[in-house]
Nanobody
Framework: QVQLVESGGGLVQAGGSLRLSCAAS????????MGWYRQSPGNLRELVAD???????NYADSVKGRFTISRDNAKNTVYLQMNSLEPEDTAVYLC??????????WGQGTQVTVSS
């Protein structure tokens, strides 16, 4: 069982920045694929960005050039740097972990609200 704890959400004006963090439990973090998803009312949960155990990254088209995902294996933490935020980025952001057996774990989510 992997526990994920997100932090860093909040209220920001359009054009501003936030950095989300997700701390994972356990000793195998370096072997996990990690990702950030988001969900807003009435919408499906969507992938924002993910990063493989080897450091390869993937982004949703809507955030390319504005968001950056990174990981620090020494701290068991994955980050999402969000710049040039738009009101459409308002959502609950959830951290996701996939282990080598395909098991998936979710954090509780952190709210990001972007005002216009």
């Amino acid at each position: 069982q992997v526990q994920l704890v997100e932090s860093g959400g909040g209220l920001v004006q359009a054009g501003g920045s936030l950095r989300l963090s997700c701390a994972a439990s356990g000793t195998q973090f370096h072997m996990y694929g990690m990702g950030w998803y988001r969900q807003s009312p009435g919408n499906l949960r969507e992938l924002v960005a993910d990063i493989s155990s080897g450091g390869s990254t993937n982004y949703a088209d809507s955030v390319k050039g504005r968001f950056t995902i990174s990981r620090d294996n020494a701290k068991n933490t994955v980050y999402l740097q969000m710049n040039s935020l738009e009101p459409e980025d308002t959502a609950v952001y959830l951290c996701n972990c996939k282990d080598w057996l395909g098991r998936t774990y979710w954090g509780q989510g952190t709210q990001v609200t972007v005002s216009s």
